[in-house]
T-cell receptor, first 115, second 117 residues
């Protein structure tokens, strides 16, 4: 089955540590996105990538970094510079070149908790 | 720029009662509108989407939404609520493709549908 996988489902981090969240898709989609979700806030865009080896900052990129070395993979690193990293993180993808009415496909999410 | 406002953070209904989740949008260009559902600790699943083909859009699980340009609204409705409908619902607007921002999506803050037996 085609889809998006995110791992781990739950992640605990000590303050001052960097952690990397995995996102893999086998949908052959070109564009991938990372969102952060906080209670009552909706989803906010962290980073997105339209093609391999290219990515752009979203609305709340500070304290995060990404890479896009392969079409299938778009890992997100939460660095120690991120002041309040506890949140639910969602990865999404969409075929590039599609009209914008094609919906984004979402992974199951990773819940990150800073101890 | 596009934006959406979900007018209610929570909507409580009794089982088998009708459901209406309200969404208003603002945009200076043509938009595409979506409703997504999220169950606890899961990703988002598409319920339905408006792409200008028809103003009344039918989705999964018996939901539908009507696009009203004059009211800039896209409210989600269902004739009869089931316990399994209890979830978070997001109204989302998408504008044209921009080369420097891709297919930017703007999410509402969500409406929690609470279903009571």
């Amino acid at each position: 089955d085609g889809g998006i996988t995110q791992s781990p489902k739950y992640l605990f981090r000590k303050e001052g540590q960097n952690v990397t969240l995995s996102c893999e898709q086998n949908l052959n989609h070109d564009a991938m996105y990372w969102y952060r979700q906080d209670p009552g806030q909706g989803l906010r865009l962290i980073y997105y990538s339209q093609i391999v080896n290219d990515f752009q900052k979203g609305d709340i990129a500070e304290g995060y970094s990404v890479s896009r070395e392969k079409k299938e993979s778009f890992p997100l690193t939460v660095t120690s510079a991120q002041k309040n990293p506890t949140a639910f993180y969602l990865c999404a993808s969409i075929p590039s070149g599609s009209p914008s009415y094609n919906e984004q496909f979402f992974g199951p999410g990773t819940r990150l908790t800073v101890l | 720029a596009q934006s959406v406002t979900q007018l209610d953070s929570q909507v409580p209904v009794f089982e088998e009662a009708p459901v209406e989740l309200r969404c208003n949008y603002s945009s200076s260009v043509s938009v595409y509108l979506f409703w997504y559902v999220q169950y606890p600790n899961q990703g988002l699943q598409l319920l339905l989407k408006y792409t200008s083909a028809a103003t009344l859009v039918k989705g999964i699980n018996g939901f539908e939404a009507e696009f009203k340009k004059s009211e800039t609204s896209f409210h989600l409705t269902k004739p009869s609520a089931h316990m399994s409908d209890a979830a978070e619902y997001f109204c989302v607007v998408s504008g044209p493709y921009y080369s420097n921002s891709g297919y930017a999506l703007n999410f509402g803050k969500g409406t929690s549908l609470l279903v009571t037996p």
